[in-house]
């Protein structure tokens, strides 16, 4: 729970880089948490606002430590914006995400395992 705690807590923060438990850690709690929303919207009959709301909510945390995931790969913010090609964008950007870090530092900042 702290990878999503620690990612809310840097909101706005665009540079650096983070490891892949750090953005996958926290793409599942998001995931989940979407999840238990969704429920909850069911049960109660307000479709969509709960979830909404959440999704804006976590919009910035979310492309932030997408830029920084990028940045541990050796590769520019720029490439989330792949995510605006249907189907083909997201598989690559998820390839790009799952790729291991860079040895040492690089443009971006010092190896986040510290090696």
């Known amino acids: 729970m702290h990878w999503y705690i620690d990612v809310l807590k840097q909101y706005f923060v665009f540079d650096g880089r983070a490891h892949r438990t750090e953005y996958w850690m ?30 804006l909510a976590i919009l910035c945390p979310s492309l932030g430590v997408g830029a920084r995931r990028l940045h541990d790969t050796g590769r520019s913010a720029w490439w989330l ?18 790729l291991d870090s860079e040895g040492g530092s690089n443009d971006y900042g010092p190896n986040p395992k510290g090696m």
């Open 26 to 55: 926290f793409t599942l709690i998001s995931f989940i948490v979407s999840i238990i929303i969704a429920v909850v919207e069911g049960v109660l009959g307000i479709a969509g606002f709960l979830g909404g709301v959440y999704s």
């Open 81 to 98: 914006l792949l995510a605006f090609i249907p189907c083909l964008g997201w598989l690559v950007l998820i390839v790009l995400f799952a």
